[in-house]
């Protein structure tokens, strides 16, 4: 292997190889190195295989209730075990899709656990890359448990994403520890699977980073399909068993026992900076173990980068690869756009979906910002009507002076898809008013956008 490149890049997640595609696009000679499954968390254990079994969930909801829509699918059956597998072929597709995308941008992919070394040097195995102009660090992140409160990850009663995405069997009964989005996602679901979940979330609400409306339809929700909602609750003590664990938990003032068969932690993730080199390169990390950089993503070592969720939150895919682009259009000396943290779309794809960007409600009371929240809820959408999927608003908070959208929040079906109308707007600042004069087909989902804008100038039509 040649062993000298213009950039280099450590860890081949959505931070690292969508910046050596752009790295590559650029002219620059390029050298990703990874040590295990091309794609990182997102693509192998995180994203992909989570939407994966998001879907297989869905279908199973939707064949329980066909019979209203004149569809007879008889007593409906579900196989985790079957998901499962097909959610690991999704994830293995898109695998070999991002390694097709190396090869076809003529990326150097050096296979090991890369070591950070000065000079802008990379050891790995045996060899020494070097680069010419930058090392770029997008090591990612992993899970992490609760050892403090005896609920060290076991693998077997207790586990992580990790674990969850490779069971062959739903189990009988499940506690999520975390109600943030990946919490959200497996209690979605193994409840589709047919497990009895409890979700205990130590925050006063479910999703406490989304707007508080949004938390408190998604919790009505899950309580109205039987998923039991504990908030504000601490998790005292947990004694995992062979085949079961007992919890303490408590909240509201009392304590409750809850024995289930298993425990999914899903609070939090530590960052992959241990026993990379970093200190010898002179790259510091944060308080909060992420990596320091500064508004280039440059880290405190002239060359090093830092990029991805080793860079800071958001912990998103998409965050990731924005600054991996970024990054790499600097180093080609162009002047790539600013990345405006205060816009990256925030999504939880578990049903009904959440969607969100910007500022929440609350927050804009914290500024002392003069707004208005427009609303429109999918029960007023035709649409949402004719298939079923009536669960959610849109919620527009909107500058009451100039019309700026301050931050948009969506709980529905495919909101996913529809925060991106509300994004681009952000991006380009275009007001309500501009949202709402583009014409909207109907019957969409996307009329609820234009009807949330038009509330928030005291002009909806169809409430
Ligand atoms: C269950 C789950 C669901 C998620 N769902 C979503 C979602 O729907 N949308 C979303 O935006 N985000 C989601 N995330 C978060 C998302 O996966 C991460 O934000 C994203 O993967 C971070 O990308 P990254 O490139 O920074 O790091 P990672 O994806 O963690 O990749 C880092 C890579 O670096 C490699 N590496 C580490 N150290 C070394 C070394 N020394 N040498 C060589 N290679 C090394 C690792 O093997 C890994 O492949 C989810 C996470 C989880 C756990």
Do not use: W
């Not at 000396?333 to 205060?342: A, E, L, N, R, W």
């Not at 500024?367 to 669960?391: C, H, I, M, Q, W």
């Not at 909207?440 to 949330?452: C, D, F, G, K």
């Amino acid at each position: 292997m040649a062993n000298s490149f213009d950039v280099i890049i450590l860890g081949g997640g959505p931070a690292g190889y969508v910046a050596a595609i752009r790295s590559a696009q650029l002219g620059m000679s390029t050298a990703l190195v990874e040590k295990d499954k091309l794609g990182g968390v997102c693509v192998n254990i995180g994203c992909i295989p989570t939407k994966a079994l998001l879907h297989s969930a869905y279908i199973a909801r939707l064949l329980s209730n066909a019979k209203e829509f004149g569809v007879e699918a008889g007593s409906v059956k579900t196989d985790y075990g079957v998901a499962m597998q097909r959610s690991r072929r999704v994830s293995d597709q898109n695998s070999k899709g991002v390694e097709f995308l190396m090869k076809k941008h003529k990326v150097t992919v050096a296979r090991g656990a890369g070591m950070l070394q000065p000079g802008r040097k990379v050891k790995v195995g045996s060899d020494v890359l070097e680069a010419k102009q930058a090392v770029l660090i997008a090591t990612g992140s992993r899970v992490k448990g609760l050892p403090q409160i005896g609920l060290e990850i076991n693998k077997t009663t207790v586990i992580s994403s990790d674990e969850a995405l490779l069971l062959e069997k739903a189990p009988p009964s499940l506690a999520v520890i975390g109600a943030g989005a990946v919490g959200m996602e497996f209690a979605d679901i193994f409840h589709a699977f047919g497990t009895k979940i409890t979700l205990i979330e130590a925050l006063p609400r479910i999703l406490p980073l989304e707007d508080a409306e949004a938390s408190d339809t998604l919790a009505r929700s899950y309580r109205k399909r039987g998923i039991e909602v504990i908030v504000g609750a601490k998790v005292k003590k947990g004694t995992a068993g062979k085949d079961k664990v007992a919890l303490e938990v408590e909240a509201g003032g009392a304590t409750q026992k809850i024995e289930v068969a298993a425990v999914l932690m899903a609070a939090g993730r530590a960052v992959n900076t241990e026993g990379i080199g970093l200190a010898e390169c002179g790259v510091q990390v944060t308080d909060r173990g992420f990596i320091k950089v500064d508004a280039t993503l440059q880290t405190t070592a002239p060359g090093y980068y830092a990029i991805g969720d080793v860079a800071g939150p958001p912990m998103l895919a998409h965050k990731g690869s924005r600054e991996g682009v970024f990054v790499t259009e600097l180093l080609a000396g162009k002047q790539p756009h600013p990345i405006k943290y205060d816009n990256v779309p925030s999504v939880t794809y578990c049903h009904p979906e959440v969607a969100s960007i910007g500022l929440t409600e609350d927050q804009c009371k914290e500024r002392k910002l003069d707004y208005v929240a427009g609303r429109f809820p999918f029960s007023a959408n035709g649409r949402a009507r004719g298939s079923g999927e009536t669960e959610g608003f849109v919620k527009i908070l909107r500058d009451k002076r100039y019309g700026e959208i301050l931050g948009a929040h969506i709980v529905g079906a495919h909101a996913s898809e529809l925060i991106h109308e509300l994004a681009v707007a952000r991006e380009n600042e275009y007001t309500v008013e501009e949202v709402e004069l583009a014409i909207h087909a109907h019957p969409t989902m996307s009329e609820a956008v234009a009807e949330a804008a038009l509330d928030s100038l005291g002009r909806v039509l169809n409430i």
